[in-house]
């Protein structure tokens, strides 16, 4: 409760607010805090859409303790499942690929359709039979949205919708068309040595870009950046960050190497959208596309990254696409190794008895909108424990 003292204390405004305390980074107990009151209660991105095409296509990932798997049904639909046999707790699937027209056991074969449901038991009718088991026996299914072509789901069954909470992202993204873009194929980044929101934070704090990324990221400097206000309700934190040139890219030639989005105007042009929705999902949308990236937590210290790009279609079909998307990768490689060393040093520097919440540049209103961000659903779920434990 001291802990969210402090930090409610900083968030009230820039002036007077600081950054968290270091018991947020690597503190245990704040971690399995922050389990329940943020990522079980929250709107989580599990990837894209297109990336599970066709009926028994899945892409499986570990949220904290929790494993999850999005797959196609047999009717299109897209679901969200936690992928934990009823009889013994066996993962059924890991990793992504194609699972037929139902899931199996490799422990025991008890088989699930594509909806979830119990379908088969093998050797169980002499203590219970199939038409018991199916009452009782399912994968456990969670709500799912799609927004933009990402897909999200909500382990809380009474969360309310994820939509409303991002129109001000969406009336921004809509020029975009992100929803129709090519996902291409998700790099993964394992066993990363840091907690989960200093990644959210360097993705949307532009006052580290002039001097960590230096050159690199001087088109789009600090100075053009401009901050959308953020109210209780919102979903999505985000900053447009202007540039001084047109069509400008993330890449080592600072142009942009695809075609631009034919629907963007001038000003779409002449910037990057730096967003956040947390818990997870971060992203910039450039003239050409956008790059975005999805970090499970695995402890207090240790998180995992997928990380992908995404273009129009009729992108990947220039005759040069393969080349130039390799040229594309490589640039964004040089800005998350930079992020990733200064992160791992944040990281060892939070460890540290001695350190103290820091003040706030004019420069990082969107990282105190990210605590803002937090700061209501700590609140929210220490109200309902503290709630509990009176009744109790």
């Not at 309310?160 to 790099?187: C, F, N, R, W």
């Not at 499970?296 to 998307?325: D, M, V």
Request: glycine letters at 8%; a negative charge.
């Amino acid at each position: 409760m001291d802990v969210l003292a402090e930090i409610e204390a900083g968030t009230k405004d820039m002036k007077s607010g600081f950054n968290l305390p270091r018991e947020c980074y690597v503190d245990h107990e704040f971690y399995e805090f922050e389990q329940e009151a943020v990522f079980m209660r929250s709107w989580l991105c599990l990837g894209r859409v297109d990336e599970i095409k066709n009926p028994g296509d899945y892409v499986s990932l570990t949220m904290g303790d929790e494993p999850l798997v999005m797959v196609r049904d047999q009717n299109m639909q897209v679901r969200v499942f936690s992928p934990i046999c009823a009889h013994r707790g066996h993962l059924m699937v890991e990793g992504t690929g194609n699972t037929g027209r139902l899931f199996r056991c490799p422990f025991h074969a008890w088989a699930y359709g594509l909806d979830g449901h119990l379908i088969a038991a093998p050797s169980m009718n002499d203590t219970v039979g199939l038409k018991d088991l199916k009452q009782e026996a399912s994968l456990p299914s969670h709500q799912v949205e799609i927004w933009n072509g990402f897909v999200f789901t909500n382990l809380d069954p009474n969360a309310k919708p994820l939509g409303p909470t991002l129109h001000k992202l969406t009336q921004t993204l809509e020029p975009y068309h992100i929803d129709e873009m090519v996902s291409m194929p998700v790099a993964e980044i394992r066993d990363c040595n840091w907690n989960w929101k200093p990644q959210l934070e360097n993705g949307i704090e532009p006052y580290h870009s002039a001097y960590l990324h230096g050159m690199l990221h001087d088109f789009a400097h600090v100075r053009l950046t401009s901050f959308v206000p953020f109210e209780e309700e919102d979903g999505a934190v985000y900053h447009p960050t202007g540039f001084y040139h047109a069509d400008a890219g993330f890449n080592p030639t600072g142009k942009a190497l695809m075609p631009i989005i034919p629907t963007l105007g001038d000003k779409q042009r002449n910037e990057v959208i730096f967003a956040s929705i947390p818990p997870n999902l971060g992203f910039g949308a450039v003239p050409e596309g956008l790059f975005y990236y999805l970090v499970l937590p695995a402890g207090p210290n240790k998180i995992n990254l997928r990380i992908g790009h995404l273009y129009p279609e009729a992108s990947t079909k220039l005759p040069l696409f393969e080349h130039l998307y390799k040229i594309a990768q490589d640039g964004l490689v040089v800005f998350h190794n930079q992020d990733a060393a200064s992160t791992a040093s944040v990281q060892r520097g939070n460890r540290s008895r001695f350190r103290k919440p820091g003040r706030y540049s004019y420069q990082e209103e969107s990282l105190l909108q990210f605590y803002q961000w937090l700061n209501i659903r700590y609140k929210a779920y220490a109200a309902e424990a503290r709630s509990e434990m009176e009744i109790a």
